[in-house]
């Protein structure tokens, strides 16, 4: 099930993956594919209008938006990389036994804080 149809297909989910190029059930997947169709076809829109302001033509824009998006996306990678690391901490059944309060709290605030700033990455992304 898509937004635009239903398709019926005769086979297993993996064989239907194969054949349509990509997983509906894997949400951040779909999310990212989605968001990424959008802001292309924006660009694409601008490029056939007017020359953007600046005097850039459509294909400077295109290249400047890929660009700012290839770097949100790795910002956002190493953020995610760093609260897996420090999930990784919290799960580590010894890791309260030989870490102070102060420690733990500081880690839990940069959790927060990390998880706020991915929040505001993924707006700024869209």
């Known amino acids: 099930i898509t937004a635009d149809a239903i398709r019926d297909y005769q086979g297993t989910y993996e064989e239907y993956v194969h054949f349509c190029g ?5 949400v ?3 999310v990212l594919k989605a968001r990424t169709e959008k802001k292309v076809e924006k660009t694409e829109r601008r490029k056939k209008g007017p020359k953007a302001a600046g005097g850039k ?7 400047g938006l890929e660009r700012k998006l290839e770097e949100i996306t790795g910002h956002i990678e190493e953020i995610e ?5 420090i999930d990784l901490r919290f799960a580590d059944p010894k890791f ?3 870490t102070g309060r ?10 927060a804080r990390l998880q706020s700033e991915v929040e505001s990455l ?5």
């Not at 033509?57 to 290249?63: C, L, M, Y």
């Not at 990389?81 to 690391?85: A, D, P, Q, Y």
Request: charged residues 55%; hydrophobic residues 25%; proline residues 0%.
């Open 22 to 26: 990509d997983d509906h059930l894997d």
């Open 28 to 30: 951040d997947t779909v």
């Open 57 to 63: 033509d459509g294909a400077e824009v295109r290249e």
């Open 81 to 85: 990389s760093r609260v897996t690391t």
């Open 96 to 98: 309260y036994e030989h």
């Open 102 to 111: 102060d420690e733990v709290r500081d880690l839990e605030a940069e959790r």
């Open 122 to 126: 993924m707006e700024e992304w869209r």
